[in-house]
T-cell receptor, first 109, second 115 residues
Framework: DAKTTQPTSMDCAEGRAANLPCNHSTISGNEYVYWYRQIHSQGPQYIIH???NNETNEMASLIITEDRKSSTLILPHATLRDTAVYYC??????????FGQGTELSVKP | DAGVTQSPTHLIKTRGQQVTLRCSPK?????VSWYQQALGQGPQFIFQYYEEEERQRGNFPDRFSGHQFPNYSSELNVNALLLGDSALYLC??????????????FGPGTRLLVL
């Protein structure tokens, strides 16, 4: 079973920041938080990952709480092309990724 | 860099037939994982190959088998196809470094329809 809990769906206005929450209260010390997204019928796309510290790359920012029990993926200026299912995954870099249901993000004009 | 590639993109088979799907990993990657994604569900791990050996396996029957070649490319074989095998089959590649599997990058998938 997935070790994360995410809202089923969210809406965001185009040009605004999209903040996608994820709860992972049972995360272990050696487990990373990974985010992928999947645009309809395509392969999942890697977005970002982190262990303890906040991370930023050209796609998004990842904010991890100090107790590491939750995190937020931030897309700073959402566009229509960001409409996708977003998966938050707790991963110990041991092998398999365990996907949950993800959050279906709809960016609206 | 072409990224992870998969072939074919789409495939239609009938029940009882056998199918082979192919994956070429991203340049520099040595590990290939296969996932099955049924409609409306998240991907589920089938198995993973490293150094031409099956390194890990998910909860899939023996009808699902695989192979990795010396150039790190991989095949997924499914025998005695069932209607329930209809799904998007995803390949992900990564690099094993000091016992840790780094970020997995996915290909576009092969859509299999079993009639």
């Amino acid at each position: 079973d997935a070790k994360t809990t995410q809202p089923t769906s969210m809406d965001c206005a185009e040009g605004r920041a999209a903040n996608l929450p994820c709860n992972h209260s049972t995360i272990s010390g050696n487990e990373y938080v990974y985010w992928y997204r999947q645009i309809h019928s395509q392969g999942p796309q890697y977005i970002i990952h982190g262990l303890k510290n906040n991370e930023t790359n050209e796609m998004a920012s990842l904010i991890i709480t100090e107790d590491r029990k939750s995190s937020t993926l931030i897309l700073p200026h959402a566009t229509l092309r960001d409409t996708a299912v977003y998966y938050c995954i707790v991963y110990n870099q041991g092998g398999k990724l365990i996907f949950g249901q993800g959050t279906e993000l709809s960016v609206k004009p | 860099d072409a990224g992870v590639t998969q072939s074919p993109t789409h495939l239609i088979k009938t029940r009882g037939q056998q199918v082979t799907l192919r994956c070429s990993p991203k340049s520099g990657h040595d590990t290939v994982s296969w996932y099955q994604q049924a409609l409306g569900q998240g991907p589920q791990f089938i198995f993973q190959y490293y150094e031409e050996e099956e390194r890990q396996r998910g909860n899939f029957p023996d009808r699902f088998s695989g192979h990795q070649f010396p150039n790190y490319s991989s095949e997924l074989n499914v025998n005695a196809l069932l209607l329930g095998d209809s799904a998007l089959y995803l390949c992900a590649s990564s690099q094993l470094f000091l016992g840790r599997l780094e970020t997995q990058y996915f290909g576009p998938g092969t859509r299999l329809l079993v009639l």
